[in-house]
């Protein structure tokens, strides 16, 4: 049996996703990267694009829809369920992958990577029920490893799509793609309100520097780095 799967010139946001509990919900960093992603000619049929910390699938979708080989990788399980149902249900095929950076390296390399990491500077390490977010004491947990990785996972004319706040340090981001050869630049900006995660820390995060006194909102980049 063949399945034909439509696609489009150009990535989408998905509409409305299945989630299981505690899977992150799309949200404005989600919508902001997604958002950047159109126009790009290395995505389309046939390019092998990475979703690093897929959730629900929301990015991956997007990607699969214009006919891109993609493979979604994520360390939870809920999560890669959720992506399976919600690309069953539109008839998209894409590879899940349990795991995070070594996991996805082994299956690449990529022309598009594009990665919504955790990135709000939390005082303890994730734990399971938060790690969608939780990025611990400086909010780089993944985004440190996710840049020392980058290069490798990229092919020669590939490209790294990721969005994070500015709370967690957008220079250093820049610094570190640069080391290991990836030149970046930002794409997008967006100031939103803070959730009910930054909310419920503000004392932490106003304490540590990340935020000033006051503040109600904060600053969301997407950078693209490429060679
Ligand atoms: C902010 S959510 C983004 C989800 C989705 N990409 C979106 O934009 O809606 C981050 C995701 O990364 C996953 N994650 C956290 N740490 C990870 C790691 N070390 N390796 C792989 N995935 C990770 C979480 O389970 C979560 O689904």
């Known amino acids: 049996m063949t399945t034909s799967v439509r696609t489009e010139p150009e990535a989408r946001p998905p509409g ?23 126009g790009d000619p290395r995505i389309g049929p046939g390019a ?5 910390g897929t959730g629900s699938g929301a990015l991956a979708i997007a990607l699969a829809r214009t ?15 959720s992506a399976w149902v919600n690309t069953v249900l539109r008839a998209l095929l894409i590879g899940l992958l349990r795991g995070g950076l070594r ?25 399971r029920s938060t790690r969608a977010w939780d990025a611990g004491p400086d909010g780089r947990a993944m985004l440190d490893p996710l840049c020392a990785a980058a290069p490798s996972l990229l092919t020669r004319a590939g490209a790294l ?25 930002v794409l997008a900006r967006a100031e939103v309100p803070f959730g009910p995660v930054a909310s419920g820390r503000l004392k932490y995060l ?22």
């Open 16 to 38: 409305r996703l299945f989630r299981l509990p505690g899977v992150y919900r799309p949200q404005e960093d989600t919508a902001l990267l997604s958002g950047v992603l159109a």
């Open 48 to 52: 092998r694009c990475a979703d690093l």
């Open 67 to 81: 006919g891109a080989v993609v493979v979604a990788a994520d360390i939870s399980v809920r999560a890669l369920a």
């Open 103 to 127: 996991e996805a390296a082994e299956a690449g390399p990529y022309d598009v990577v594009v990665a919504n990491p955790p990135y709000v500077p939390s005082p303890a390490p994730a734990v």
């Open 161 to 185: 799509y990721l969005v994070q706040s500015t709370m967690s340090d957008v220079d250093k981001t820049r610094y570190a793609l640069a080391a290991g050869g990836l030149r970046s630049e």
């Open 206 to 227: 106003t304490e540590r520097g990340f935020v000033r006194p006051g503040d109600r909102a904060e600053e969301l980049v997407v950078l693209r780095a490429a060679r």
